[in-house]
């Protein structure tokens, strides 16, 4: 199992933000937890696109707590994936 972070640079007002996605949502909360992430912004729960959006300076702190980078188009694979094999959450 892993947690996933994707080199997608969209710009919400002064920050950059990327995506965060898990294997599973355990995983994915465990390490917004690590990262100083609140719950309240993890979006589409209970779901195959079950995610949050984070800073690079997040992700950076994600990627030195074990998080993979992965290319957005990747990412997306990912998340495909999941969906088809009832992998919702």
Do not use: F, P
Not at 27 to 34: F, G, N, T
Not at 60 to 85: C, F, N, P
């Amino acid at each position: 199992m892993a947690v996933y972070v994707d080199n997608m640079r969209v710009r919400c007002g002064r920050m950059v933000m990327c995506h965060m996605v898990a294997d599973t949502e355990a995983e994915l909360h465990q390490m917004a937890a690590c990262i100083g992430v609140s719950r309240r912004w993890h979006q589409k729960a209970g779901t195959s696109h079950s995610h949050y959006d984070i800073s690079l300076s997040k992700r950076a702190l994600a990627i030195k707590g074990g998080a993979l980078e992965v290319e957005y188009r990747e990412l997306g694979r990912l998340v495909a994936t999941k969906r088809a094999s009832g992998r919702g959450a």
